[in-house]
């Protein structure tokens, strides 16, 4: 498998103290890969690592192929980065800076003119291209930086809390770019605290906690299915929920959330999958959702990796 983020061994100590520890990151071509762990846990520590903006103690980083920092600039050119804290020069209007940015990785100015008219649209500042930058909400700076990633279209993204500034409708969106950019068979690797955003939007993760990575791979591997157990929703769940009760089959049942959890004994599953359907046909109820529980990532994070509770 061919990846465009490989490290060996990656490991950073400031002074005595060790941040990141022996980390081997693999990123497929083509995924949207989750960096997810608690604040602290030294992701963007890596994330500078990766952009050559902080030097390893000691390892290995391949992009593309190609060392870092060693090939930085041949590496950078298809490399869009968006830090943790937005930086831009604070003087500089909108559509000026990005015309900046455009020339800086290489655009001629037309070209440069043309991509920052398009992405000041596309993250949604057109009305502010005249604005200082000093003169923005933090969430509108955060807007800005991201459109200063994908200027050159490049191949990878590396992102750092991206939507650190949003308000809520502006993760959303932020949320659905991501998986369309995707879709055009970008390599993104965004780095986050938030459980929900990650399972949302990546379909890869390495989870890390006290600079070292727990584990990765594809999420829908990670995440367990748990046997014999499924989530169950009606148009009445109080119908339902009492049918099971009384079923000796049943191991245990309880609602959350206006879901149905059901723990069914493996050796009787097929009278809980005839019955059930026909109880519910009888009362006039509709199924609205019947499927084996997944553990969400978070728990996983919590009892499988012992990495205590993430947090928004």
């Not at 049942?253 to 999958?273: C, H, K, Y």
Request: hydrophobic share 40%.
């Amino acid at each position: 498998m061919a990846y465009v983020i490989e490290t060996k061994d990656l490991t950073k100590f400031f002074g005595k103290r060790n941040i990141i520890y022996h980390l081997n990151l693999k990123v497929p071509r083509g995924v949207v890969y989750g960096f997810l762990g608690p604040n602290g846990a030294g992701k963007t520590t890596t994330i500078k690592m990766l952009t050559a903006s902080l030097r390893p103690t000691y390892g290995e980083i391949r992009i593309f192929g190609l060392e870092m920092p060693q090939k930085r600039v041949e590496i950078m050119k298809s490399v869009g980065y968006m830090p943790e804290v937005p930086i831009a020069y604070e003087d500089m209007t909108i559509f000026d800076f990005l015309i900046y940015m455009g020339r800086l990785s290489g655009l001629k100015k037309e070209k440069a003119t043309e991509q920052a008219k398009d992405l000041m649209n596309y993250v949604g500042v057109g009305k502010l291209a005249l604005n200082k930058i000093k003169e923005l909400s933090s969430g509108q700076k955060q807007r800005v930086t991201f459109a200063s990633a994908l200027i050159g279209n490049p191949e990878l993204l590396i992102l750092d809390e991206p939507t650190a500034n949003l308000d809520p409708l502006g993760r959303i969106e932020f949320i659905g770019k991501i998986i369309s950019l995707a879709k055009e068979g970008k390599t993104i690797f965004v780095s986050s605290h938030i459980v929900s955003e990650v399972e949302k939007m990546c379909n890869y993760v390495g989870l890390i906690n006290q600079g070292r990575l727990i584990a990765q791979g594809r999420i829908r591997d990670l995440t367990q299915i748990e046997e014999n157990d499924y989530d169950v929703a009606t148009s009445n769940n109080a119908l339902a929920l009492n049918f099971l009760k009384e079923k000796p089959y049943v191991r245990e049942v309880w609602e959350e959330e206006g879901i149905i959890r059901v723990q069914v004994d493996p050796r009787f599953l097929d009278e809980l999958f005839l019955q059930f359907p026909k109880y519910l046909a009888s009362q006039g109820i509709r199924l609205k959702l019947f499927r084996p529980h997944t553990s969400p990532l978070e728990r996983i994070l919590m009892e499988k990796f012992g990495i205590g509770e993430v947090g928004d």
